[in-house]
């Protein structure tokens, strides 16, 4: 059976050495402060945001939710954005996604200052990502690397194979294991023979919400498997996209879901935040 990388206990862990890092800062006269803005009434949304707004306040960092009517025209959005940019408590912002339909996704993330998007989706972030230079990570990819770390497993060397695409995910997973000298593959929905692809992973990263796509007889032995994927079943219960009984028999090494990427996601948004307070200092 694999051994559990467990996004609990290591998020736990990177919490208190941000506590620790808040609190250095605020000795400094600098209080890290984070806005997250929730546009509509999405239930998952309004949870990720609680989360959020609740992390902020166990590690000391300022936290401002702004709440706005899913009918909030872009203009509106995007002045408020404006505001927060200049406004000195806020060193990062964050704009919940998804949107309402109305709303330009591109144009809002790209309206969010360079040195305030903790969430490192913006074209500048992702450009400095590609080439290597610094960036704001994105919060779940990096999560998933701190994950690498903590267990003691070097990409360097290593096929890494990430199935999903995304932005948010999969495009800056397979970027981060690529600097880490691993060699890389991407598959996606159009990829001829996943199985195939991904039975060649020493690192398995699945990220694109289906759930229990990848199966057991898909990954081969010793693999590290990363589920990114968080799916409710009708009867409901949560699955990732990864079959975890078949494959943690077959994996060196295996995130459950939930209490594996989930949780460190949202510590990575506050090192991120109290990164971004340290370069404005």
């Not at 862990?13 to 890290?32: A, C, F, I, M, S």
């Not at 990732?240 to 879901?257: M, Q």
């Not at 209490?259 to 949202?266: C, E, L, N, Y």
Request: aromatic share 2%; glycine share 8%; charged share 25%.
């Amino acid at each position: 059976m694999a051994n559990i990388l467990d996004g609990k206990k290591i998020a736990a862990e990177v919490r208190e050495e941000v506590k620790r890092e808040v609190q250095e800062l605020k000795e400094r006269g600098v209080t890290p402060g984070l806005a997250v803005i929730l546009v509509g009434d999405d239930p998952a949304s309004q949870v990720y945001v609680r989360n959020k707004h609740r992390a902020c306040e166990e590690v000391g960092i300022y936290s401002e939710v702004h709440r706005l009517a899913a009918s909030t025209t872009q203009e509106e959005l995007l002045k408020l954005i404006d505001q927060l940019n200049r406004d000195p408590r806020i060193h990062g912002i964050l704009v919940q996604l998804p949107l309402p339909d109305h709303i330009d996704e591109k144009k809002v993330i790209d309206s969010i200052a360079l040195d305030k998007d903790v969430d490192g989706f913006s074209p500048s972030n992702v450009g400095n990502l590609v080439i290597g230079d610094k960036c704001f990570y994105p919060c779940t990819p990096h999560g998933c690397m701190v994950l690498l770390d903590r267990a003691g497993i070097d990409p360097k060397g290593k096929k890494a194979v990430v199935v999903g695409r995304s932005n948010i995910v999969g495009k800056p997973m397979a970027m981060m294991l690529l600097a880490r000298h691993a060699t890389v593959t991407i598959c996606h929905s159009r990829t001829s023979d996943l199985a195939a692809e991904c039975r060649q992973a020493d690192i398995l990263v699945a990220a694109v919400g289906k759930p229990e796509l990848i199966t057991g007889d898909m990954v081969k032995e010793g693999a590290v498997v990363i589920d990114v994927g968080i799916n409710r079943l009708p009867d409901g219960r949560l699955v990732g996209d990864v079959h975890f009984e078949s494959v943690s028999k077959k994996a060196s090494w295996i995130t459950p879901v939930p209490g594996g990427v989930g949780p460190m996601t949202i510590a990575m948004l506050l090192k991120n935040t109290v990164e971004a307070a340290r370069r404005a200092c």
